[in-house]
Antibody, heavy 121, light 107 residues
Framework: QLQLQESGPGLVKPSETLSLTCTVS??????????WGWIRQPPGKGLEWIGS???????YYNPSLKSRVTISVDTSKNQFSLKLSSVTAADTAVYYC?????????????WGLGTRVTVSS | DIQMTQSPSSLSASVGDRVTITCRAS??????LNWYQQKPGRAPKLLIY???TLQSGVPSRFSGSGSGTDFTLTISSLQPEDFATYYC?????????FGQGTKVEIK
């Protein structure tokens, strides 16, 4: 059964770069039937889509974050990553990685457990 | 951005009740609408995609309908494990956006 696990620092200083990795186990990250995404949830709030990376490395980002976000894939490690630069307290959230099924309406069908990131000096 | 508005924001219901949650898009999204369930401290779980297709393994008491701008999620007979927050999400255009959530609480 495919599983996703986020990893990375739980505390990031303001103006620095947040870096998270999602490790995919139980399946290949290179399948053309799926692609991969990041979503976040500030404390006590709703969900915000950050961006997705498609087979072949094509990326789509939320325009509100686009200037600060980079999503990449490392097929040799079966991982994909998120980098968010120039963070502020507003970037404090639980960050989820997810698999996107390449079927009608691309649902986020498998999610990681989430990792809490706090931006604070 | 397409705004997704859910109603109600919260509701109280009893086990066995029929529950309906509404999601309205700020413009037509055809049937590009997914529903998720989230329990406290847990990741969201996909329930329904493409407005009405039940995800594998999800109980049949969950159903979705709608197209264009108006969508509904219905739980035909609420079970104890269904008390959670429900989110709709559109993938019609970037950025994908979620509703603000509907919290279903025990009455």
């Amino acid at each position: 059964q495919l599983q996703l696990q986020e990893s990375g620092p739980g505390l990031v200083k303001p103006s620095e770069t947040l870096s998270l990795t999602c490790t995919v186990s139980g399946g290949s990250i290179s399948s053309s039937s799926y692609y991969w995404g990041w979503i976040r949830q500030p404390p006590g709030k709703g969900l915000e889509w950050i961006g997705s990376i498609y087979y072949g490395g094509i990326t789509y980002y939320n325009p509100s974050l686009k200037s600060r976000v980079t999503i990449s894939v490392d097929t040799s490690k079966n991982q994909f990553s998120l980098k968010l630069s120039s963070v502020t307290a507003a970037d404090t959230a639980v960050y989820y990685c997810a698999r996107v099924a390449a079927v009608t309406d691309d649902p986020l069908d498998i999610w990681g457990l989430g990792t809490r990131v706090t931006v604070s000096s | 951005d397409i705004q997704m508005t859910q109603s109600p924001s919260s509701l109280s219901a009893s086990v066995g009740d029929r529950v309906t949650i509404t999601c309205r898009a700020s413009q037509s999204i055809t049937s590009s609408l997914n529903w998720y369930q989230q329990k406290p401290g847990r990741a969201p779980k996909l329930l329904i995609y493409a407005a009405s297709t039940l995800q594998s393994g999800v109980p049949s008491r969950f159903s979705g309908s709608g197209s264009g701008t108006d969508f509904t999620l219905t739980i035909s007979s609420l079970q104890p494990e269904d008390f959670a927050t429900y989110y709709c999400q559109q993938r019609y255009s970037i950025p994908w956006t979620f509703g603000q959530g509907t919290k279903v609480e025990i009455k």
